[in-house]
């Protein structure tokens, strides 16, 4: 399915490279040549474009290609290796967020169970706020307790819309037009 590798942080070389898509420019960050980062134009949490590191499209093919076929409705899950970058407890969370099916949702505090820290909903929802590996690592698929499209740093409309694409609804748009 997903390769990860786990770091508190980067010490290796970073490139990036800009990817259009239905969402708007995404920004994708490879450490060594590993997906580290995929952020959203006026993302919240979005590092400095200076630590993203030298322009290369080289390592980000299967990237590019697997976002396609997301956004064309041919792919519900990705197959790419990643790292992430950040503490053990956050990424606890990512990784949990990666068994979120396609479509589906879960609250803050379902996750928090699934990770084993059930009091702590508050916590894995500022995880989930920093989720560097946005769309593919599926943050927006977590809801507040009552279902309510709570937080995310893409912005709710963006979340509204991903959550309506995924789930086929007949007033989703197509193939999702934000910009």
């Known amino acids: 399915m997903h390769a990860t590798r786990d770091r508190e942080t980067a010490t290796g070389h970073r490139s990036h490279t800009v990817l259009d898509s239905p969402v708007g420019p995404l920004t994708a960050v490879a450490v060594d040549g590993v997906l580290a980062g995929l952020y959203m134009h006026e993302q919240r949490h979005r590092p400095p474009a200076e630590t993203f590191g030298v322009p290369d499209d080289e390592p980000f093919g299967a990237v590019a290609d697997q976002l396609a076929d997301y956004f064309a409705g041919r792919r519900t899950e990705f197959d790419l290796p990643m790292t ?96």
Not at 117 to 142: D, E, F, M, Q, Y
């Open 84 to 179: 992430f970058l950040g503490t053990p407890f956050q990424r606890r969370v990512w990784t949990a967020l990666l068994d979120i099916p396609y479509g589906e949702t879960v609250s803050y505090g379902e996750l928090a169970e699934r990770i084993g820290s059930p009091t702590a909903a508050r916590a894995v929802g500022l995880a989930n706020g920093k989720n560097p590996i946005s769309l593919i690592v599926p943050c927006h698929r977590v809801v507040g307790a009552n279902g309510d499209l709570t937080g995310y740093g893409g912005g709710i409309d963006r979340k509204r819309q991903l959550l309506a694409f995924e789930r086929g609804a007949e007033d989703a748009p197509t193939g999702l037009t934000l910009w």
